[in-house]
Every structure is written in structure tokens, then in C-alpha cells.
């Protein structure tokens, strides 16, 4: 799969599950997009985030999220320290490059040369 949502950082926290009001059962989770394919190797900007409780196996979206979690998931968000967005290009893309610098020049050169 190219496109890939990778975990950047995963904390339990402190909170009431608002499904089943468990204190020891709230697992957040960052995530960042990678996106990794045979010309380029790209990293998004975007965070998303998911929770769950681990108690009673239930996605918590932020519809549900109290004030309590909204705080602490700001600290946290805050705290969090992303990979750098950014795009890299494979071999095969500069390979490619070449290719296209190449053919460019000789068409160039061809055309001056036939001139003459
Ligand atoms: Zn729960």
C-alpha cells in the first residue's frame, strides 16, 4: 500500500471513557500520512488522531470527547513532535530526469548540428 498512515505517538490517558467511564482505558493515538511509492517518498503535514478505549473496545470521536480529554489531548498535541513534511524523490524518479535531460540536450544539439 502506498499510502500509509504511520503511528507518530501513542499515550494512555488519565480520563473517564464516556462510554463506559473507565479511568484506565483511554488510548490516544497520533498519526501521520506516508505516502511511500516507486518514484517518490513523501511525508504529510497532517496529524490525525484516533482514540479508543481499551476497557470497553469502543472508538471515542471527538463528537464524545469531554472537556477533560479536549484539554488533555491539546497538551498532548502540543507536546508531539511530528516528522517534517516533506518529499523525496526515488532513484528510478531521477533516473527518469536524466533520461529526459538527455534526450532534451541531444534534441537540442541534433537540431543545431543538422542546421549546418
Ligand atoms: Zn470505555
Redesign the pocket.
Known sequence: MPEQLVTVKEVFINNN?P????KE??HLTFKQKFIDTRFYKSIGKDIFTEMH?T??E?PIYPQRWTEDIERVYRYQNKALTPEKPSTQLKKLSWILVGLVIGIIITSIVLTLYLRV
Open positions: 471513557c462510554e463506559c467511564f473507565s482505558g483511554l478505549c476497557i470497553c469502543t
